[in-house]
Antibody
């Protein structure tokens, strides 16, 4: 069974940092492209970052570029999101998800999400 | 950035009725369009990928059609568990974008 479990969310003041993790199991993590998607309160889904299976391709949404860093450790079947210079508008539930076909395709499995609250 | 516009914003129907949800792209995404179902407190669920392909385990009452800029998600006969928010998503070009969602509510 495919499982994606996010953790590391919490409350932080504006300007602060947080590191999210996503533990993957039940599929071949080493050959799967991975994403972070978030949902702010009352809003829709927003894709924020992608990393290919070998970490050779990394993409960010403009809203987080220069502040967030995606990475992965294939030996630990783990995905990470380092979030710096956090703003109140980064408050959201953050989901990790995998691509359906290696490094490509739609997002076929998602975690339950972890809540990040940025507030003074 | 490709903008996806979903309509209607809210759809009120009764169980057993047919639902038709639309997604229009600001430029062609060929067939690189997916549909997701999202319920509060749950992980989003992939329904349809590459415009017309049902994901694993998705009931046959869900179907997708379209190509280029105009896409449709159809639910042939609504079950109580189908009432949720539905999003379209394109992966044709970066950044990946989602539509704003259609809320399917019980009439």
């Amino acid at each position: 069974e495919v499982q994606l479990v996010e953790f590391g969310g919490g409350s932080v003041q504006p300007g602060g940092s947080l590191r999210l993790s996503c533990a993957a199991s039940g599929f071949t993590f080493t050959t799967s492209g991975m994403n972070w998607v978030r949902q702010a309160p009352g809003e829709g889904l927003e894709w924020i970052s992608y990393i290919s299976s070998s970490s050779s391709v990394i993409k960010y949404a403009d809203s987080v570029k220069g502040r967030f860093t995606i990475s992965r450790d294939n030996a630990k079947n783990s995905l990470y999101l380092q979030m710096n210079s956090l703003r109140e508008e980064d408050t959201a539930v953050y989901y990790c998800s995998k691509r359906i076909n290696g490094d490509y395709g739609a997002f076929d499995y998602w975690g339950q999400g972890t809540l990040v609250t940025v507030s003074s | 950035e490709i903008v996806l516009t979903q309509s209607p914003a809210t759809l009120s129907l009764s169980p057993g009725e047919r639902a038709t949800l639309s997604c229009r792209a600001s430029q062609s995404v060929t067939s690189y369009l997916a549909w997701y179902q999202h319920k509060p407190g749950q992980a989003p669920r992939l329904l349809i990928y590459d415009a017309t392909n049902r994901a694993t385990g998705i009931p046959a009452r869900f179907s997708g059609s379209g190509s280029g800029t105009d896409f449709t998600l159809s639910i042939s006969s609504l079950e109580p568990e189908d009432f949720a928010v539905y999003y379209c998503q394109q992966r044709s070009s970066w950044p990946v974008t989602f539509g704003q969602g259609t809320r399917l509510e019980i009439k």
